[in-house]
């Protein structure tokens, strides 16, 4: 039996003293409306309406339930109220500040089709991943090494003029004697690979290979990074897309494989399944992803 269904009937039908129209308030046929009623009667063990008249008479029993039907009824209208505020309530995603300003407006379009209202907050790795454990955001894009990654991206080398190798190596910025006094090409590293798994790597690299420490660098700004690579001959450590993105000629790098990866972290964990499951490739192109065989994972993730 509709329990909840059948109290509204009950109440519907009281309040306009008649089948027909209780029926209707209801939206239901004059027919399941009373079904409903007599199911509820029979539960109860007593009736609420006096079948003898004409109209829809309560009984004394009846006048009694209904105070208690009304507030049931209206209990469950609210209830109804508030869960259709939680659906539409945005969530607040941190992303990364590299995210184009058309992927993440792509990213909220598909998001609503599949009944998810997202509020973006762009932010540094350190910061997305502290502002989903203080809870600033409800879920965030966070930057994690490729073998915990839901989404990868690989990184190269991109400068200003078009580099006559189809693969750049890092030992080839060393400088030979004769070149001591010239300024030495750097490569710069934008905040959003100044992360341990990327850095660090890259650090171990220019030790191995003899550069110079001054020659790698984190800068303050992608923006800042961009312009020391336009004005000169340093490369710019990226994705190939940003390198698209920003002019730049780019090629692979030959002594390591650097990987962006990133995780959905929440701080609820149906949330992190929602964003993974069914904004998969949205977030893909968001970040520059490249699609895995299969399409989006189907594994559940805590």
């Known amino acids: 039996m509709d329990v909840l269904g059948a109290w ?15 029926a209707a308030a209801t939206r239901v046929p004059q027919s399941v409306a009373s079904r409903r009623i007599a199911a509820l009667e ?11 008249s004409r109209g829809a008479i309560l009984t004394r029993f009846g006048r009694d339930m209904l105070p208690s039907a009304r507030r049931l009824v209206r209990l469950a209208d609210d209830m109804e109220h508030e869960a259709e505020r939680a659906r539409l309530s945005p969530l607040r995603l941190a992303v990364p500040h ?31 991943a502290e502002l989903v ?17 839901t989404w990868s991206v690989r990184l190269g080398l991109a400068g200003a003029a078009d580099l006559p190798v189809a693969t750049v190596y890092v030992e080839t910025l060393r400088a030979g004697r004769a070149a001591q006094s010239s300024r030495r090409s750097r490569i710069w590293i934008q905040p959003e690979d100044d992360v341990p798994h990327i850095r660090d790597r890259m650090f171990r690299i220019r030790d191995a290979v003899g550069l110079q420490p001054s020659q790698v660098g984190v800068s303050a700004t992608l923006t800042a990074a961009t312009a020391e690579v336009l004005g000169s001959a340093d490369l710019l450590l990226c994705s190939a897309g940003q390198a698209e993105e920003l002019g730049l000629h780019w090629r692979p790098t030959g002594e390591i494989q650097l990987v962006r990866g990133f995780e959905v972290s929440a701080t609820a964990g149906d949330d992190a399944e929602r964003i993974r499951t069914r904004l998969w490739h949205a977030i893909a192109r968001c970040l520059g992803a490249r699609e895995r065989e299969g399409g989006a994972p189907s594994r559940s993730r805590a």
């Not at 009950?10 to 129209?21: A, D, I, K, L």
């Not at 203080?134 to 965030?140: G, I, N, P, T, Y």
């Open 133 to 149: 454990r203080s809870r600033e955001v409800r879920a965030a894009l966070t930057a994690v090494p490729p073998g915990d990654a």
């Open 8 to 22: 509204r009937a009950f109440v519907n039908v009281s309040e306009r003293g008649s089948f027909t129209e209780g």
């Open 98 to 128: 590299i995210c184009a300003v058309r992927d993440l407006a792509r990213l909220d379009a598909e998001a609503r089709g599949n009944g998810i209202y997202l509020d973006f907050h762009a932010a540094a790795p350190s910061e997305r």
């Open 42 to 52: 029979s539960h109860l063990g007593e009736r609420l309406f006096d079948r003898s």
